[in-house]
């Protein structure tokens, strides 16, 4: 496997459900991040984890629940979700930025594209 | 506050003819940078051109070109020579300061090369 993977590429679940979302980068970096991706809006950053710790939280419901185990793995737990909820969700990662320089290129996964019914 | 504008929801565009998408941004912070980043509809982000603050020249990347005018605060990319593989949402992005993260996103423009 190369790049960022994710897994499951699609998911339906009801809003009783608990599921999970896994991303795996094979790129040696070591920040991590969630996206959710809604129709008609710009993507919204949801989790930020650099060098295994959580650095940024957008503000995100708690019925989501990011965990780092290491900096290759990155997964965001699911439960009782709502059909807002219902969207394309993007891992990506990159190198944590170091020094003075604002340049840090991220890379992105596929995607999970979630249905919360 | 962090924005990022892109004013053109779609566009349509013959093959082989070059192509501007246009973003506009809003930022306070002297230190920046702008990403261009390719949506096709596999889902996958795709990383096309950067360009920062304190660059002097504009940034090229093979058929990707980026219109750099730091007082209007625009980047606009520009494709030369479209091809229909360039058929996809297309979405500026701004980094600010050092140590920061955040890449924060326009709403994307979706561009359809016509053959």
């Known amino acids: 496997e190369t790049g960022v993977t994710q897994t499951p590429r699609h998911l339906v679940m009801g809003m009783t459900n608990k599921k999970s979302l896994k991303c795996e980068q094979h790129?040696?970096?070591?920040?991590m991040y969630w996206y959710k991706q809604s129709a008609k809006k710009p993507l919204e950053l949801m989790f930020v984890y650099s060098l295994e710790e959580r650095v940024e939280n957008n503000s995100v419901p708690s019925r989501f629940s990011p965990e780092c185990p290491n900096s290759s793995h990155l997964f965001l737990h699911l439960h009782t979700l709502q059909p807002e909820d219902s969207a394309l969700y993007l891992c990506a990662s990159s190198q944590a930025l170091a020094g003075a320089s604002v340049y840090n290129e991220q890379f992105f996964g596929p995607g999970t594209r979630l249905t919360v019914l | 506050a962090q924005k990022i504008t892109q004013t053109q929801p779609g566009m349509f565009v013959q093959e082989k003819e070059a192509v501007t998408l246009d973003c506009t941004y809003d930022t306070s912070d002297p230190s920046y940078g702008l990403f261009w980043y390719k949506q096709p509809s596999s889902g996958e982000m795709i990383f096309l051109i950067y360009q920062g603050s304190y660059d002097q020249q504009n940034a090229t990347e093979g058929r990707y070109s980026l219109n750099f005018q730091k007082a209007r605060k625009s980047a606009n990319l520009v494709i030369s020579a479209s091809q229909l593989g360039d058929s996809a949402m297309y979405f500026c992005a701004l980094k600010i300061n050092f140590g920061n993260e955040k890449l924060t996103f326009g709403t994307g423009t979706r561009l359809t090369i016509i053959p």
């Open positions: 790129l040696g970096h070591n920040a």
